[in-house]
């Protein structure tokens, strides 16, 4: 079996996947092709510039880059507003510079290795058991798959509306590495500062074709 990009692990032989067919595209995917494909690895099948960059690390994952903007007092709304696509960013950037070989969030398609780590998602967040559907990786030379714990983008989705982290790259250098859990002080409700860990759920990244198993 492979090894993970990230971690001296295997690659797992199966993955559980929430499939959401209220999309169309994922509906179509799921009921005629039996197939998802990751946005990075599709686009190698058009050859030239586009292998090359996947070989390379170059590939470009960021629609949006910052805007200056003029100083002012930030909002509740306007950290609401702007929360999501911080985080993804600042995820990004690091990727890019420090593990630019890895799966990008961006592009990635998100699985679990057991049953066990999709009742915990359930059971913290609501993700409908129902939607769980068993697939499998297909072998394929160009397949880039990272173990990470995705309780750290739960935290930071946590921490970025609160407060101004004066070093992210400690949360996503941990996040990249494959590290278990990651403690942040942040502002709590009565303006003391708390410690919050992140706790521990292992999701993978996968850049490649899942076919589903029936």
């Known amino acids: 079996m492979p090894k993970l990009i990230n971690i001296d692990e295997e690659v797992p032989s199966e993955f ?20 998802f494909s990751s946005g990075a690895f599709s686009s190698t099948s058009l050859g030239g510039e586009y292998l090359q960059k996947y070989l390379n690390g170059k590939f470009r994952y960021l629609p949006y880059e910052p805007a200056r903007m003029d100083a002012m007092m930030l909002s509740p709304y306007f950290l609401t507003a702007i929360n999501d696509y911080r985080i993804e960013y600042d995820a990004e950037v690091y990727r890019e510079k420090h593990y630019s070989l890895y799966p990008s969030r961006l592009s990635a398609i998100y699985a679990f290795s057991d049953y066990e780590a999709c009742t915990s998602v359930n059971k913290k967040y609501g993700w409908p058991l129902a939607e769980v559907h068993r697939f499998k990786l297909l072998d394929h030379p160009l397949n880039r798959v990272a173990k990470v714990n995705m309780e750290h983008v739960s935290l930071a989705r946590q921490a970025y509306k ?25 502002p709590s409700t009565n303006f003391k500062r708390e410690q919050y860990n992140s706790g521990v759920i292992w999701e993978y990244l996968i850049e490649g074709i899942v076919e589903r198993i029936k």
């Open 16 to 35: 559980f996947i929430f499939v959401n067919k209220l999309n169309p595209m994922t509906y179509h995917n799921f009921n005629l092709i039996g197939q």
């Open 162 to 186: 609160v407060s101004k982290l004066q070093d992210v790259d400690r949360l996503w250098a941990g996040y990249w590495s494959g590290f278990d859990e990651i403690i942040l002080e942040l």
